[in-house]
Each structure stands twice: as C-alpha cells, then as structure tokens.
C-alpha cells in the first residue's frame, strides 16, 4: 500500500492562475508546433477512423474561428455544439474559445423540447448539428429568433443548414486569437434542477486549471510515458469535457474518440486497439463490463494504468473485480457541473477506501456544513460545500462565475464563502468522506444527472395525464432508474397502451436516459399544505419497495 502523502501534497500546492488564460491556447495553441505530436485518434461504430495531430487541429480551428467571425460571431456570443465524439467537436470548442465566444456543448440525444429550452435561454446564435441531431433541431427553429445559423457537420445536409466542410474550406488557416482574462466565461453547461427548468451554469476560461490537481490525481500521476486516454462519457456533459477531453489535451497528451453506443465488448476492444491506458468509466459500464468479462485479461491484451469513476458509488464488488482481474485499483471522485473534481482518491498517493467518495483534492478546502454554514463533527451528515478561498490563501479557481439569468439561485448557492453541492455526507477522522444522498430532488441514472422538473413537465404534456411526480428507483446496475408515479386525467382507465404511449411521448421530446423506465398509476400525488408534491414520501415508498419491506 503506497505511503499516505495527503496531508503532504496538500500543504505544498499552490495555485498559480494567470491574469490571461484562454482554454484554446491550453489545450491545442501552445502544442501546435510539435506537427508529430498526435491529439486525436477517432472511430466510429461504423469502422471509419481517422488521426490527428494538435497542428491538424489548430489550423481547422483557425479556418473555423474565421469563418465564424464572417457570420457575424463575436467576443460573448453563444455557439450552441449539438454533437457526439468526434473532431468537428474539438475543433468547434477551440475555434470558440479563441475567439472569446462562450460554446453550450448539449448531448446530441437532446429532444426538441429540451434543446429548445436550452438554446433559447442561452440566446446561442449559432448551432452545430450532425446527421443525429439535426432532426431534433429542426422542428425548433422557427421558435428561436436569436439562433441566426445552423452548421451540419459529417454530411448533415437541409435547406437551412450551412456546410461545413464548405465554410471551413474557404477559410484561412490563420487567425490571431483574442485575449481573454482567467475570468472570462467560456461555456455554460446546463445542469438539471427540481424546483424549475435546468439552471446553465456560466463556466470560466480558468475552471479546467481548477479540474487539474483532481485530474491528475485520480489517474494516479497523470501524464506518464505511454498514456493515452478514453472515456466514453458524452463531451457536451462536464464527465466528458472536464474530466476527460481537456485535461487530456491540456497536458499535450491524446485521446480516443469513439462515436458510438456503449457497449462492453467494444469497450474492451478499443482499449487493446488503442493501448489505451487511463479511462473514465461510469459504475454502470463498469459493471456491464464485468458481467460480461469477469476476466478480461483472458481475452482481450489490455494494460490499463488508471480508472477513475464517477456518478455514483462503485461499490466493493466491482472495486475488487478492477484489482483483481484489471489490476487497477479505481478512484473514485466527486464534484458537480459548479465546481467539479474536488473530492476523490490517488490510491497511489494515499489509500483508497472501498465505498468512499474519497478525500479533498490538493488546492480545495472542503467540509461537511450544516444549515448555517458551520463544519459539522466528524461522523455527523452534513451538506458537503467548498470554500471560496482555497487552502493557500487565494482564490479557488475551480468555481462557476453564475447561474445564467439567475441571481437568486447563484446567491442560494452560497452560505457565507461556502458554496453547497446539496450532496448530504459524512466525513471520517481520516478526512474520508462518506455519501448520504441528495439534499434536494434531483438524482443520478447510469452516470446522468436527472431533474425531475423537466420530466415531468413533458408527461403532463401527454393528453391523458393530469399530474405526475419523477422519483429515483434503486436499480442494481444503473445505481436508480427513472420512476414516474401518474395520475390520469378523468376518464382515462390505467392500461399497458397508456404506459407505453407515455413513454414513447418523453422519449420524442427528451433524452433516451429521461425516459421513465418504470410507470405507476395513482389516484393523488403526497401534497404538502402549501402544494407542493412531497417527492421525499415518494422516493422513500420506493425504495422500501425495492427493498421488500414496503
């Protein structure tokens, strides 16, 4: 077991965030001149592959950033990225950043009614779509006035689409990036909310310097010789993007892109393709992939250095599974879209306990706070929050700038120099900290992170519905699935046809992960005296049911 080097590290880190940063010279600009230095290597599930260097891509991002600025885009303006792995992706996010435009990466699973919800309140002027989403982005267009152009990318062809290929090729491969401060925005990331529509959270240039020490860390001192990284979390979500994508290029290292559906044998079969040594996998797709492969190593040539997860607990059944059969010891982490990668373990560095969300990553201040914001004794719940201020005296870097167009939800955040995540824990006397639950409503599938507002405001849209209330269902391999309790408008009789129609009508609108997996038919929804539905009642009914004793 490696010496316990927590407290060490933590006192020796110190932040050195500069007053200009700009993600795009990070992450591709400053490697651009090493031309055999390779970024990307990509694939899909179709057997199309393909390479690139940071000098590939630094030059599309130029021809791109110059075909933007001739549409009209500027410092502050929102570029809308509808769009899966692939190179288009990377580059869109490079072109903008360095032109001091703000991206709004969403999942190319959106529906409709969530993209337009999303593109409206952002006020994005230009969307990105490929062949996937463009036909959710159709329907939409005429209601957002402040989207002036829609680019296709990978033959993504309509009427109202401009050409990307097209736009890019009559663009000069030089440009001269603006300057952009640390604090500058540069991307908003919706995250989901309970009591209202998704909040976008207004993310700056110097959050991936915050994301750093967690990133490092939890692939056990990364970069070494021979890493190469693949993860097949979604680069619109901050999983994906900040946990993965960037952090990868910023330290001049590649990465694997995969444009396809998860499944186990293919994971496995890109890791020994590529060789690929440090990954980020969600607890359900690692437990798919030990169903599926209790030795792996038997099958496939894989030498996997580093596993950090995320989204939920892995548990100790597939802890063990990693260090026997993978010989990986698995880090799990913490943190969400406002302040991501502050909890987690480098078993390398210091123990990781099975179970445990981990420890503070050096350069966080992290504790479990009560309602008034004071540190709660160790073993006591508590909400867990960040402060302000890290460790060495200066500001943390890692944090949001605001809620987009949302004061009030930015202030509720804070308590003091506290920003909560709503996530309820316990830390132990060795700075462990323990998972409880969710302080609010919203809840976690397969890695995704569900609002139940969203949801069930597009169920009561369904005819037959009158009201209805999304809760978690304890699932053994998601960690939860989606459960909407329904009551049904009067004179609709309960039926298998109702069920299904239901279902069919969120899975038109919004993400396949949002679609309720299980339906129950009731006559009333727990109200509370003031209206609201008491989804606690619900939540706690199901999960005595899911445990046999309700």
């Given at each position: ?18 007053v200009?940063f700009?993600i795009a ?21 179709g057997?199309?592959t393909?390479?690139?260097?940071f000098?590939?891509?630094a030059r ?8 933007l ?5 500027r ?8 769009l899966?792995q692939?190179?288009?992706t990377?580059v ?9 435009a ?11 009614d969530?993209l337009e919800?999303?593109l ?6 230009i ?26 990318v ?10 990307y290929?097209t ?12 300057t ?5 925005p540069?991307l ?6 309970t009591?209202?529509?998704?909040k ?8 991936l ?11 056990d001192?990364?970069?070494q ?7 097949p ?5 901050t ?9 990868a290029?910023?330290f ?11 499944d ?7 890791i020994?393709r ?10 359900t797709a ?7 492969y ?8 894989i030498d996997?250095?580093s ?12 802890f063990?599974?990693?260090?026997e ?11 969400q ?11 390398s560095?210091?123990p990781?306990?099975?179970?445990s ?5 050096p350069?966080?201040?992290?504790a479990?706070i ?7 004794p160790?073993g006591e719940?508590?909400d867990v929050?960040?402060?302000r201020?890290?460790?060495?005296g ?13 004061p ?10 506290w920003?909560?995540t ?6 132990d006397a060795d700075?462990?900290l ?5 302080a609010?409503d919203?809840f ?20 037959a519905?009158a ?7 304890p699932?053994?391999?998601r ?5 909407a ?5 009067p ?15 969120v899975?038109?609108f919004?993400?396949?992960?949002e679609?309720?997996k299980?339906?129950e038919?009731?006559?009333?929804l727990?109200m ?15 999960a005595a ?6």
């Amino acid at each position: 077991m490696a010496r316990d080097q927590h407290a060490q590290l933590h006192a020796n880190h110190r932040w050195e965030v500069p007053v200009e940063f700009n993600i795009a010279h990070a992450c591709c600009g400053r490697w651009a001149d090493d031309r055999a230095r390779f970024a990307l290597y990509w694939e899909d599930e179709g057997g199309a592959t393909s390479a690139h260097s940071f000098f590939d891509l630094a030059r599309e991002a130029n021809r791109l950033s110059n075909a933007l600025v001739r549409l009209g885009i500027r410092r502050g303006d929102r570029v809308a990225l509808i769009l899966p792995q692939r190179r288009e992706t990377i580059v869109a996010h490079l072109a903008t950043y360095q032109l001091g435009a703000v991206t709004v990466p969403l999942s190319f699973l959106f529906g409709p009614d969530a993209l337009e919800y999303r593109l409206a309140n952002s006020g994005a002027r230009i969307a990105f779509v490929d062949p996937q989403s463009m036909d959710n982005l159709a329907p939409i267009r005429a209601k957002l006035p402040t989207l002036t152009h829609a680019i296709g990318v990978a033959g993504a062809r309509a009427a109202d689409l401009l050409d990307y290929d097209t736009l890019v090729g009559d663009a000069s491969p030089r440009f001269a990036p603006v300057t952009t401060r640390a604090d500058d925005p540069a991307l908003i990331v919706y995250t989901s909310g309970t009591t209202g529509p998704p909040k976008g959270a207004l993310m700056p240039h110097r959050c991936l310097l915050g994301n750093l020490p967690g990133f490092v860390h939890s692939h056990d001192g990364y970069p070494q010789p021979r890493d190469l990284f693949w993860s097949p979390a979604d680069w619109a979500w901050t999983g994906g993007l900040m946990d993965a994508l960037l952090p990868a290029l910023y330290f001049g290292q590649p990465i694997v892109g995969y444009r396809g559906r998860f499944d186990p044998e293919r994971a496995f079969r890109l890791i020994e393709r590529y060789q690929v040594r440090n990954t980020f996998l969600f607890p359900t797709a690692l437990k798919l992939m030990m169903k599926a492969y209790p030795k792996p190593r038997e099958v496939f040539d894989i030498d996997l250095r580093s596993i950090m997860s995320a989204g939920e607990a892995v548990g100790t059944t597939v802890f063990a599974w990693a260090r026997e059969a993978l010989g990986v010891t698995i880090n799990e982490m913490f943190g969400q879209t406002e302040m991501n990668y502050i909890v987690g373990n480098c078993d390398s560095q210091w123990p990781a306990k099975p179970g445990s969300m981990g420890r503070p990553y050096p350069g966080h201040r992290v504790a479990v706070i009560d309602d008034a914001g004071n540190e709660v004794p160790r073993g006591e719940p508590g909400d867990v929050a960040l402060n302000r201020i890290a460790p060495d005296g200066t500001p943390d870097p890692v944090f949001f700038l605001e809620y987009l167009h949302d004061p009030a939800a930015t202030q509720r955040k804070y308590t003091g120099q506290w920003c909560r995540t709503g996530d309820v824990a316990t830390m132990d006397a060795d700075g462990y900290l323990w998972y409880q639950g969710r302080a609010d409503d919203v809840f976690k599938v397969a890695g995704y992170r569900i609002g139940p507002s969203e949801i069930e405001n597009c169920i009561v849209k369904h005819p037959a519905v009158a009201n209805c209330a999304v809760v978690p269902s304890p699932d053994a391999t998601r960690g939860n699935v989606v459960k909407a309790f329904v009551v049904l408008a009067p004179g609709v009789t309960p039926s298998r046809e109702i069920e299904e129609d239901i279902r069919r009508h969120v899975r038109n609108f919004l993400a396949p992960y949002e679609t309720p997996k299980e339906i129950e038919f009731i006559d009333a929804l727990p109200m509370t005296t003031t209206g609201k539905v008491q989804r606690k009642l619900l939540r706690d009914r199901e999960a005595a049911r899911k445990r046999g004793d309700g």
